[in-house]
């Protein structure tokens, strides 16, 4: 698989770096966050089967197959993605998973105290690249058996001016970066709603759209950055336990899908 695949048309231009979205640009303007910057050592990645830290849980995760050992927001990021199609505006990826294999967790022994994660379920899991006029549409596929319990979020950063004055609003509400900071390490959840609009100061804003997540959480600490992320479902007001009755169970096939609209 080639390392940095490239879209292109008459006013954007999107790189994509093993299934990782690295730039969008749009008439000149960069909008997603540089890794290397401050805030961030990537620029996006997947949450899945779960989302949030699980350290409270002890990395264990009750299911109608048994216990899965999983780490904050989940296993999928550990596995690799290969390309299975690519034309001139569309690239999509795939991640495949077999029940009950061990994954090595890169967390370990750093910043956890589990060496190996593993999920009681098959899965495959899709991302979808579509770049069109100013908008770049990022589809999710999850096949797997019916009933298999699980959380999703998609975890992209934008890049920011650095001035710290940008807001978003959503649920006709304005929200401040002051407001997201306050939030700390559990991000700022923006719940029951399908859209949030960034007000850029020194580029075009951006409208993300979404289909099936519901929900957003916004992270940061820093000035140059912001996570906007759709979630499923938000794991932070309680110490939730994570099982079953807390998530989402498969339809077999579920789709789900964000819109990354320059305005």
Request: net charge negative; hydrophobic share 35%.
């Amino acid at each position: 698989m080639k390392s940095i695949i490239v879209l292109e048309n008459s006013n954007s231009k999107v790189s994509i770096e093993n299934g990782e979205l690295i730039s969008f640009i749009f008439k000149g303007d960069e909008y997603v966050h540089q890794k290397g910057n401050k805030g961030w050592r990537k620029s996006d990645d997947e949450m899945f089967p779960v989302i949030g830290p699980t350290s409270m849980n002890n990395y264990r995760m009750h299911t109608k197959k048994g216990e899965a050992i999983q780490d904050q927001h989940g296993l999928l990021r550990e596995l690799d993605y290969e390309l299975f199609y690519e034309d001139n505006a569309c690239v999509k990826f795939i991640k495949s998973y077999a029940a009950n294999t061990k994954i090595n967790n890169a967390k370990f022994p750093e910043k956890s105290t589990e060496p190996l994660l593993n999920w009681p379920f098959d899965f495959t899991f899709e991302k979808h690249f579509t770049l069109k006029e100013g908008m770049l549409e990022i589809n999710f596929i999850i096949n797997s058996e019916e009933g298999m319990p699980y959380m999703l979020g998609y975890h992209p950063a934008f890049m920011l001016s650095d001035t710290g004055k940008e807001i978003l609003i959503a649920n006709d509400k304005n929200i401040t970066l002051e407001n997201i900071y306050e939030a700390g390490h559990n991000a700022f959840p923006v719940l029951n709603t399908d859209k949030i609009v960034l007000k850029n100061i020194d580029r075009n804003d951006l409208e993300i759209t979404t289909t099936g997540f519901d929900n957003f959480m916004l992270w940061t600490q820093v000035d140059n950055m912001l996570c906007i992320e759709p979630i499923t479902q938000y794991t932070s007001y309680t110490d939730q336990k994570f099982s079953e009755e807390n998530m989402r169970l498969s339809k077999g096939i579920n789709e789900f899908s964000v819109k990354v609209k320059v305005i």
